[in-house]
Every structure is written in C-alpha cells, then in structure tokens.
C-alpha cells in the first residue's frame, strides 16, 4: 500500500525563489497580467497597462488578431520547426523586435537594462525609448546585442541630435521615429488618478504603497528615476514629477512633417524607420522618402482611440509596398500565433511591449525572458500545426476570413 501511495502521490517542486514560483503559475502572458496587476500599485499598473479614452484601439488591436483564424495544412513534414528570419537585412532567430516602452523602471528598478539583457540573450533587436530611464550609453553597456533607438522629435532639434550621436556612439543599429505623439492621447485611467512621472506621493499613494510591500521596498531603494537622455536638462528630465500630457505637449514638435524625416536621415548613420504608420498612402510615403522600414502601430492604443487595428494594416501595406522596406505590426501581440498571423499576411516581423512589460513587473528579468520563450515555442507550435517548417512558407493562403466575434477573452 505505501508503495502505492508513493506512485501516484508526487508532490510538485517547490522554489524557494518567489519569482520561480510566480512564474511557475504563468501558462500566458494574461497570466502575467493578473500577477502583475497584484504586484504593482494601481496607478503604475493602469499607466502600463490602459489606453486612450474608452480603451476602443486597445482592445481591437488584440480581438484583431484573436478573430483571424487559420487555414492549416496537414502532412508538411514540419519535424523541424525554423522560426529564423531577417530583420533589416540581419538574421534574427525569430521575427520579433522589443517594443520602446516609456518609464519602464516603475515595473522593477533594473528597467531598460533587464529588457536589453534579455533581449541580447535571446539574439532580438531591442528598442531604446527616448523617455527611458537608462541611457543609451548604460544600455549598451549590459548588451551586446541588436539596439535600435526610438526618437521622439522634441522642439529642441539641437537636443535631438545630441541623443542621435550619443545613440550612435554606443552602437546602436536604427532609428526609430515616433510620428503618431505629436500631442498626447488622453489617458484617462492616468487622469482619474492624478498619475505623473515619476509618481507623487500623497495619502492614496501611501496606501497603495503599503498594500504593495514588494514593489515600494525596491522602488524606494532605487536610484531616482529620471528620462535619463535628457538628464541635466533640469526642466526636461523628470527629476521632478510631471503630467505627461502636458510635458509631451509642450516638449515635443507638433510641426513635425516629412522635412524633418528627411532631416533625421541626413544625420543618422544607419537605418531608419518611421513608427505610427496606419494608412497604405503613408507607408507609400515612407517607401518613396527612401525609408527602410514602416512600423505599423496604434502606439499600444494610448494615442487616438478611433486608429485601426493594427494587424488590419499588414495585409494593405504589405500589397503596396511589400519587398521594398521591411514592415513591422507593432500592436496586439501576447502569443506567438500573433506572430504568425502578422507574417502570413506579409509582415517581416512584430513588435511586442507590454507583453514585457507584464513579465517585468511580474517577475522582474526573467518575466522579459519568460514571455520571449513563451512567444517563440508559441510561435514555433502554430507553425508545426499550420504545416508552415519555416518563415518562408508562411503566406496569405494559411489565413481564413475573419469570423464571426470571438467569447470575452484577454486583452
């Protein structure tokens, strides 16, 4: 009987680590999402996790993918699943970029450098944002991977291309330019909670703090967070907190047109890409200014609530101008199946940042890895089970019509 009883009663391993065993409950990044939310205090998690206005774009980016349904094919032979691809002409083991995400040290202090250490081990580019709160200078110092910059174009042009040729100096690949923030989306989660950058402290915050013991031990034991590329411009870097709204509303060039892409190109050496696309005669734009990429993107749904979702745009773009820049769907992805449906249609790769930053304040690093593994064996499975053994075979024909509404599901 005892012999019986060892058999079938086998206990599961238990980590003494917390974040192992935060982890060990995750099998989606939703999941991450529910651990997260409890990690975190409301108001940083609604600034990572909420959208503009009625929340409309953000959904749709996610049901977008979730109403496209497949065509798979049987007897493929897909013993040997190549998710490997190219990416601005460079091999990349899968087709998937580290989105730019503003602010990201109030998930967890290591911000930008766990994302870049995860990143570089996983061989993905990753995006630096210019109101990150580690430099390009500190990034590049923990990876020795694919770094790309995302450049908002501030009124200051001379700051501008102070932060280009600081990026440059420190080995970062392309520039990414942000076209769709000429004024920021009204985000209301962040209005109802009075939210700046960093966040101020008065009774509810003091609250929430308590409620949130993890989070506000390591927040309060940290360096000071800072947008650290403009740090020592005292009005500019977030030494002290701001809305914003208004701070990106009054820093950032609402002029901003295609003289000035042309001006970004003359004084970056590399590639260059255009990030907020959301129309085909735009990306023709882009095409014709002798760009190397579009990155389709609602900006996460935090910017026009009425935008289009994402994934939408692939199909369109890619007709008008597929083979002659690469195109990126930057919006909606959470499982590699996104992944792949944005492929199939004609995307060259994704993007994905809150998926990240969900693994980020989940679990700090290795959330970020956890959700790039979770994204490639997704992705890797989807195609074994499409009949599609390597990104070339991925085509239009492996996607069906859209059907009909999908039941209530994650965002």
Not at 201 to 229: C, E, K, N, Y
């Amino acid at each position: 009987m005892l012999s019986t009883l060892r058999s079938v009663l086998r206990f599961r391993r238990f980590h003494l680590s917390p974040t192992k065993r935060r982890l060990a409950r995750a099998a989606s990044v939703e999941d991450l999402r529910r651990i997260a939310r409890k990690r975190l205090p409301g108001g940083v998690f609604d600034y990572i996790d909420g959208g503009a206005e009625d929340e409309l774009a953000l959904d749709r980016n996610t049901r977008a993918f979730r109403e496209l349904r497949y065509r798979p094919r049987v007897l493929r032979d897909v013993d040997r699943v190549d998710t490997s691809t190219a990416i601005l002409g460079r091999p990349a083991p899968m087709p998937l970029i580290l989105a730019p995400t503003g602010f990201p040290r109030i998930a967890c202090p290591p911000g930008e450098l766990a994302v870049a250490r995860a990143a570089a081990r996983a061989g993905l580019p990753y995006a630096l944002s210019t109101l990150g709160t580690r430099s390009t200078e500190e990034v590049s110092a923990v990876s020795d991977g694919r770094l790309w910059f995302q450049v908002y174009v501030w009124r200051d042009r001379g700051l501008v291309k102070e932060m280009l040729d600081r990026a440059a100096h420190s080995g970062f690949e392309a520039l990414c330019i942000t076209v769709d923030s000429v004024v920021l989306g009204r985000r209301e989660r962040d209005v109802r909670r009075g939210f700046t950058l960093p966040p101020k402290l008065g009774l509810d915050t003091i609250v929430d703090g308590i409620r949130h013991p993890g989070w506000t031990w390591q927040f309060v034991r940290a360096d000071p967070i800072v947008f650290s590329m403009v740090a020592g411009h005292s009005d500019l870097d977030g030494t002290t907190a701001v809305n914003l709204a208004q701070f990106v509303n009054s820093q950032f060039d609402g002029s901003l047109s295609w003289s000035d892409v042309e001006w970004l190109q003359g004084v970056w050496d590399g590639p260059v890409l255009v990030k907020g696309v959301q129309t085909t005669a735009d990306a023709v734009l882009a095409r014709d200014a002798g760009l190397d990429g579009v990155i389709l993107s609602n900006h996460g749904g935090r910017q026009l609530d009425s935008a289009p979702a994402v994934v939408d745009l692939v199909p369109p773009v890619a007709d008008a101008v597929g083979g002659d820049l690469d195109i990126i769907c930057d919006g909606g992805v959470r499982r590699g199946g996104d992944i792949v449906k944005a492929v199939a249609l004609g995307a060259t790769a994704c993007m994905a940042g809150r998926a990240y930053l969900y693994g980020l304040g989940a679990a700090s690093e290795a959330g970020v890895d956890w959700v790039i593994e979770h994204l490639r064996a997704g992705m890797e499975r989807d195609m074994a089970l499409c009949g599609a053994a390597s990104v070339a075979e991925l085509n239009p024909d492996l996607i069906g019509p859209v059907a009909g509404p999908p039941p209530p599901g994650a965002r």
